[in-house]
């Protein structure tokens, strides 16, 4: 059986969860129900893939359009949250076009979940019902960043506003 955590956080269980009607939010790796770890390997199942981790040989296929927006899990700068909020409005946009999107990172907990969570409020959604749903739908870990969840409760436009004044 190989199974890790880092940080005790469990590996998912999935690799990839609906979110919302073709919205999906996962990662690079799962574990399944007997312990064995898998690399996730995206194919041609979706029409748009937003990758905030990248690792080699994980997809998507050929074709596929792949938008890379390298961020980290920990504090954003404006100009990381600025692309956040990018890819969230091009995500919510393929979105309402009927397009399947999926948006992961390395676990599609924390930084996958800020991009669909936002992806959400643009959706319609109210921060603490975005984050609900991301957890109820992924995992209760998803979104376990407080300080992303933080980002989301002001904003992210407050948010990019005030880490852009820098330490007080």
Known sequence: MKTRRRGGVPDPGTPWDEIAPGLWMGGHHWVDPAGQW?????????????????????????????????????????????????AAREVAAAVRGGRTVLVRCRSGYNRSGLVVAQ??????LDSAEAVRRVRARRSSWALHNALFV????????????????GPS
């Open 150 to 165: 933080e980002y989301l409760s002001v904003g992210l436009d407050t948010a990019r506003l005030l880490v852009s004044l």
């Open 38 to 86: 898998w690399p996730v390997v995206v194919g041609a199942e979706f029409d748009l893939v937003v990758s905030l981790f990248t690792a080699p040989d994980h997809g998507p296929a050929p074709g596929v359009p792949h938008r890379l927006v390298p961020v980290p899990d920990g504090p954003l700068d404006a100009g990381q949250l600025a692309a956040v909020q990018a």
């Open 119 to 124: 992806a959400l409020v643009e959706l319609g």
